[in-house]
């Protein structure tokens, strides 16, 4: 079984990959014509490679018509027809080229996918679990002692205390203020 890297793997999205180039390995790759096919589709699809195609195009018809019979290969009286026999090879392998590169790219976002739900399924998790804590602080909160009502039961006992040590003293003076 080929050793995979994380040049080569496709669980790991286009982006995320730190290399520019594809490395060389030396113990072979089972994938690398695939990598090489997207590497083609991807320049298929770039407008270089369009302006590229029409300026070979243009360059092959002015050459073929322009200059001298003995110098042109491809007839412009037959129209060109080494020229279509180019562009429609050209063609042929494009097709599965581009699907082929197609399909490995639908292989990275069916992974990427899946890893999107599984960290929002995560997410989510998390999110009820802090919810259930904050429920769960607030009713602890309620049950807690606020400042003032903890200061009105000190003040009382205060006042108790005061009230036994004017009995214990035996101050009657002191006894009436206290009652009242």
């Known amino acids: 079984m080929a050793r995979t890297d994380e040049t080569t793997r496709l669980d790991s999205p286009k982006g995320m990959r730190t290399s520019v180039l594809p490395t060389r390995r030396r113990n072979g ?50 129209g060109f027809t080494a020229l279509t026999l180019v562009l ?30 599984q960290r929002a ?23 807690m002692a606020s400042k003032d009502f903890i200061r009105a039961e000190l003040r009382s006992l205060l ?3 005061d009230r036994r040590d004017a009995i214990d003293d035996g101050d009657p003076e002191r006894r009436a203020d206290i009652r009242g």
């Not at 399909?103 to 999107?116: A, K, S, T, W």
């Open 29 to 78: 790759s089972g994938d690398a014509f695939g990598r090489a096919t997207e590497g083609i589709a991807r320049a298929m699809g770039t407008p270089w490679f369009l302006i590229g195609l029409t300026l070979f195009c243009a360059v092959w018809m002015g050459w073929n018509t322009l200059l001298p019979k003995a110098l042109q290969f491809d007839s412009a009286a037959i």
């Open 159 to 161: 006042e108790e205390l």
């Open 88 to 117: 429609s090879l050209q063609a042929s392998y494009a097709a599965p080229l581009i699907l082929l590169a197609q399909n490995r790219q639908d292989d990275r976002d069916r992974v990427q996918f899946e890893q999107d739900r």
């Open 121 to 143: 399924e995560r997410n989510l998790a998390d999110t009820e679990y802090l919810a259930r804590e904050v429920v769960a602080l607030r009713l602890a909160m309620r049950d």
